[in-house]
Every structure is written in C-alpha cells, then in structure tokens.
C-alpha cells in the first residue's frame, strides 16, 4: 500500500520567514495530494491541494509543487505568520483499486512562527 | 453554510463497552469517510461510504463497523473497546467517491477515551 514520509517533524521560523515542509509517497499510481493544517482542539482543515497533471499551484502565501518522477511534493509559506502556527499534515491518494476514498497522510510538521 | 459536524465531541468509556460517533456531512455532500487520529501521528484511513455502501476499507479489526444512511449521515461503531482505541475519531465529507478527485473535509471530531 501507500506509504508517505514528511519531513521535518519540527519547524521553527521567525514571522516574515518562508516555511517549506516536504513529503515523499511509493505508490506512483496516486494522483491527488492535499494538505491539510491542524489546530489544537480542531480536524484537519484543507488548505491546498494538487493533482499529477499539474506541477506546481499557489495560493497567496502558500504554494504546493510536484514531482512525479521523483515522487515527491512540497508546502511552501512565505511571509509566515504567528497565525501559521500549526500541525501541517501531508496526503496522498490513488483514485484506482478498491479504497479509491483512502488518504494515507504523512506524520505531520509541527510548525512555530515566533514574533 | 455548516461543516462537518460530529458528535459527541468528547466520549470516555471503558474496556469492553461499545461506542456509536455520529457524522453529518456538508449539505450535498454524499460521501462519507472515518479517520482514526491517534495522538502525534497522521489520520489513519478506517471506512468509506458511498450511496449506503462500504466503498474503502483500512487496515481495522472487525470490531469496527460502520453505515450510511438515506440522508448522507453516518455511524461508526466500535465494540468491545481497548485502551489502544483511545483516539480522534474523524469524519471527512466528499461530494463523489472520488474518482474525480474531490477534495474531503474534515469535522472537529470525537475525542475517545478508554478508561
């Protein structure tokens, strides 16, 4: 099945600094990748996503690109804010067999943004 | 327009018991997804649902079960409750099953607790 690492487990920054937390996948048949951030108390809240036909979108400050063939995809925040402060959580899912529904997500990126 | 929403936000049992969590998706949204977030770690993928249909199913016991009813809602049972089950239970919400690629969205989720 699907296996996703992310990268780092921690990330601190300066507010103004960029952030970019990275994910690799072994399934190359998945073909939809979302990121979702997380706030204490709260779920999983999308905040960008792409798909395989696509290598890089962006979002005012958040970017997300890709790399099929290395398979690998990456959250890029520029001008971070305290407000970015988080758990960030990377996905992947392949749209065949038979849990076409499944994300298998990433084991998260604890993000500080410090004044 | 409402979330995901989930109920109850907070659920304490112990060993042996049973539980029943409750998720209503975004209006218009007809698929249904359980996550199990055990702390520290990424969502783990549990149950699709489709149309009343299991469509995905992870890598669970058979003590968990779940079902979709006619108005999109949807239950997750667990019986015979370990202390390993202690988790966030999460409901995604999805428009199709996904083979388009639609985004899933997440509610606040149950918090579990096995005494």
């Known amino acids: 099945g699907e296996n996703v690492e992310q990268h780092p487990s921690t990330l601190s920054v300066q507010e103004g600094d960029s952030a970019v937390i990275k994910c690799t996948y072994s399934?190359?048949?998945?073909?939809?990748f979302p990121w979702y951030k997380q706030e204490l108390g709260k779920g999983p809240q999308l905040i960008i996503d792409?798909?395989?036909?696509?290598g890089e979108k962006k979002d005012q400050r958040i970017a997300v690109t890709l790399n099929k063939t290395a398979k690998h995809f990456s959250l890029h925040i520029t001008e971070t804010q305290p407000e970015d402060s988080a758990v960030y959580f990377c996905a992947a899912r392949n749209a065949g067999g038979t849990s076409y529904g499944k994300l298998t997500f990433g084991q998260g990126t604890i993000l500080t943004v410090h004044p | 327009d409402a979330g995901v929403t989930q109920s109850p936000t907070h659920l304490i049992k112990t060993r042996g018991q049973h539980v029943t969590l409750r998720c209503s998706p975004i209006?218009?949204?007809?698929?249904v997804s359980w996550y199990q977030q055990v702390l520290g770690q990424g969502p783990q993928f549990i149950f699709q649902?489709?149309?009343?249909?299991?469509?995905g199913r992870g890598n669970f016991p058979d003590r968990f079960s779940a079902r979709q009813f006619p108005n999109y809602s949807s239950e997750l049972n667990v019986n015979a409750l370990l202390l390993g089950d202690s988790a966030l239970y999460l409901c995604?919400?999805?428009?199709?099953?996904?083979?388009?690629?639609?985004?899933?969205?997440f509610g606040d989720g149950t918090r579990l607790s096995i005494l």
């Open positions: 399934d190359s048949a998945s073909n939809y």
């Open positions: 995604a919400s999805s428009l199709s099953p996904n083979r388009s690629n639609q985004p899933q969205h």
């Open positions: 209006s218009g949204h007809k698929s």
């Open positions: 649902y489709y149309e009343k249909e299991e469509r």
């Open positions: 792409i798909r395989s036909n696509v």
